[in-house]
């Protein structure tokens, strides 16, 4: 099921309303305030998707990623997509995706990355990611964005990744 969400780029007020949002979620306390820097530094882009006035998820567009390979061939990375249980499956993720991609495409991008849990509980989002076209990056799992070796033990939480792209 598909609906008509509205999606706009994070303002002061969002901030607050995000980190109310966005509790049980996200942990780090100043989270939104650092996003909203980093999103007047124009290092990110934190978009907000809203449906009937409610916000309904949310999703940032990292023009400076962490991880090493999208920094070095300069793939920005889709980060944290988060959509409220309430409001899944109804096509808000996709378009949340899609508005990342089109602000890669107006960076004059080619690629864009994205980073997926490997556990159980991201099933959706991987099964999402590589039916909009993302592909493993060819690196394996990493941790905290840093690769990990064979034999190397992490735990499996949202740290543990598989990195993708997908060409625009």
């Not at 942990?27 to 006035?53: N, P």
Request: charged share 25%; aromatic share 8%.
């Amino acid at each position: 099921m598909s609906v008509s969400v509205s999606i706009h780029q994070m303002t002061t007020e969002d901030v607050g309303r995000l980190s109310l949002f966005a509790m049980g979620h996200v942990t780090e306390e100043h989270y939104f305030i650092d996003s909203w820097e980093e999103q007047q530094e124009e290092r990110r882009v934190v978009l907000v998707a809203e449906l009937d006035g409610s916000i309904a998820g949310y999703v940032h567009y990292n023009r400076r990623p962490q991880y090493q390979p999208f920094r070095s061939l300069r793939i920005p990375e889709i980060q944290d997509l988060y959509v409220d249980h309430k409001f899944r499956r109804m096509g808000i993720g996709r378009a949340l995706i899609a508005a990342c991609e089109e602000l890669a495409r107006a960076d004059g991008m080619q690629e864009i990355g994205i980073g997926v849990g490997v556990g159980s509980n991201f099933g959706n989002a991987q099964k999402l990611y590589v039916g909009l076209g993302f592909v493993p990056d060819g690196a394996g799992a990493v941790f905290e964005r840093a690769p990990i070796s064979v034999g190397e033990v992490r735990p499996v939480d949202d740290r543990l990744c598989l990195m993708m792209f997908k060409s625009l």
